[in-house]
């Protein structure tokens, strides 16, 4: 089955930019299945019941998280088809993985994970946890991984622990695609990270102005906050299209991009 996949769809913008592509690429490409990262679709909150409906009415299926999980109430979409990191540690409103039937009755696991460095939130071992999941689920048709993490040697860590094992294990949470594509030695589809839906003249999608200003911030100096600021066009969509073979690996992967050059 052919899945394809957007990193993270950062704010209005990233909507927007969805929203055309999906116009033109579900007849393009076909997919029985669309999945996408909403954690940025509403910067500085949850995303929206509002939001996830006007993204699920372009052709998305399925939503995954990250870290921004923790930017406000998950309890208000977990109902919606979407899954946050199922290892955060503690307990948390929501799932995260689920078995989706798609219209054409193929089963497919959405799994959520979130690596450790350099992010906030606590996080369980996620070599175990996966291993435990797997025993649990057994999806007739693909299973699909979204690793949420900062640095790619993480995405790679896990990417080989479960070659052979699920569909694809694609990156999230950076918002810069990576130019490592590839199907791994046993065939399960990889990129240590897939980019974002958003404005490209921005820092990851947000304002140059606000992003310097929190950066500035970090690093302890006193820049007041000024309020949220949807950057102008030219806008970038990054995805992957995979065509699963199975549960445990794919025929191919490959990269989508509408990232313009300048
Ligand atoms: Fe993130
Ligand atoms: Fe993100």
């Excluded at 055309?20 to 679709?41: G, H, L």
């Excluded at 995954?64 to 946050?84: C, L, M, N």
């Excluded at 993480?154 to 699920?166: K, P, Q, S």
Aim: glycine fraction near 8%.
């Amino acid at each position: 089955m052919k899945i394809l996949f957007f990193g993270d769809i950062v704010g209005k913008p990233g909507q927007a930019a969805v929203k055309e592509a999906m116009s033109v690429w579900k007849d393009q490409y076909q997919p029985d299945f669309v999945i996408a990262n909403a954690e940025n679709a509403n910067p500085g909150d949850i995303v929206t019941p509002k939001i996830l409906d006007e993204l699920i009415s372009t052709g998305i299926e399925a939503f995954t998280y990250g870290d921004h999980f923790f930017d406000g109430d998950f309890s208000k979409v977990a109902e919606y088809p979407i899954v946050r990191p199922h290892n955060f540690s503690g307990d948390h409103p929501g799932t995260g993985y689920k078995v989706f039937e798609t219209a054409l009755h193929r089963q497919v696991a959405v799994i959520n994970l979130m690596g450790q460095a350099f992010v906030k939130p606590r996080v369980e071992n996620y070599f175990n946890v996966i291993d435990e999941l797997l025993k649990k689920i057994d999806p007739s048709d693909a299973i699909f991984v979204d690793f949420h993490a900062e640095t790619t040697s993480e995405t790679e860590a896990i990417g080989w622990h479960l070659d052979g094992r699920v569909s694809a294990v694609i990156g999230t949470h950076t918002h810069v695609p990576t130019a490592d594509t590839r199907l791994l030695p046993k065939g399960t589809a990889f990129q240590a990270d897939v980019g974002m839906s958003g404005a490209v003249n921005a820092i990851i999608g947000m304002d140059i102005e606000r992003a310097n200003a929190w950066i500035r911030r970090q690093l302890g100096e006193d820049v007041p906050k000024s309020p949220p600021k949807d950057p102008r066009t030219p806008y970038a969509v990054d995805a992957v299209l995979i065509e699963t073979d199975g549960p445990t690996k794919s025929k191919s992967i490959k990269r989508l991009t509408t990232r313009p050059a300048a």
